[in-house]
C-alpha cells in the first residue's frame, strides 16, 4: 500500500513555516477514524494517542506543505489553524539517523475542507475592565 486518503482534523500547522523546534514544516492530523488507524498501522506508521487530540500522527517535510480547497486552487495567503478540517493522501518514507530505524507519514497531497482561520495569541485587553489584577 503506497498512499492512503483519510480525513482528519489539524493542529499545530506549519504548512509554509519553519516549526522552530522541530526545524520542519509540519502538522498533527488529530482525531483519526478506526479506519484511519488501521490501514495507517498497516502501512507501519505508529499512531499516537494524547488527550485533546486523540488518535493523531505529525507529518514533518523539509518543504513547505501546499494546501488546497475542495476546488484544487492553492490555499495561499491563509492562516489557517488548529480543527481545521482536511481529506489527506497520506505516503511514508522510511528513514535511518544514528543507528536507528523508523517510518514516517509523508503528506502527499493535503485538501484543507473546512478553514478555522489562526486568531493570533493575543486577546485584545480593554483597559477600563474592571477584572484586571
Same mark, same amino acid.
Given at each position: 500500500m503506497e498512499s492512503i486518503k483519510i480525513k482528519a482534523k489539524m493542529m499545530w500547522p506549519f504548512l509554509d513555516k519553519v516549526n522552530e523546534m522541530s526545524g520542519a514544516y509540519q502538522v498533527d492530523l488529530v482525531d483519526l477514524s478506526e479506519k484511519a488507524i488501521k490501514a495507517i498501522e498497516e502501512m507501519g506508521i505508529v499512531v499516537?494517542? $494524547?488527550?485533546?487530540?486523540? %488518535?493523531?500522527?505529525?507529518?514533518?517535510?523539509?518543504? %513547505?506543505?501546499?494546501?488546497?480547497?475542495?476546488? #484544487?486552487?492553492?490555499?495561499?495567503?491563509?492562516?489557517? #489553524?488548529?480543527?481545521?478540517?482536511?481529506?489527506?493522501?497520506?505516503?511514508?518514507?522510511?528513514?535511518?539517523?544514528?543507528?536507528?530505524?523508523?517510518?514516517? %507519514?509523508?503528506? $502527499? $497531497?493535503?485538501?484543507?475542507?473546512?478553514v478555522v482561520e489562526y486568531a493570533g495569541a493575543g486577546a485584545s485587553v480593554d483597559e477600563e475592565d474592571d477584572d484586571i489584577l
Open positions: 499516537k494517542f $494524547k488527550e485533546g487530540k486523540g %488518535p493523531f500522527i505529525t507529518c514533518k517535510s523539509q518543504r %513547505p506543505i501546499h494546501a488546497f480547497d475542495e476546488g #484544487g486552487s492553492k490555499l495561499e495567503g491563509r492562516t489557517i #489553524g488548529n480543527d481545521s478540517e482536511a481529506v489527506v493522501v497520506l505516503g511514508y518514507y522510511d528513514w535511518t539517523f544514528k543507528g536507528k530505524k523508523g517510518r514516517s %507519514p509523508s503528506i $502527499k $497531497k493535503l485538501v484543507v475542507t473546512k
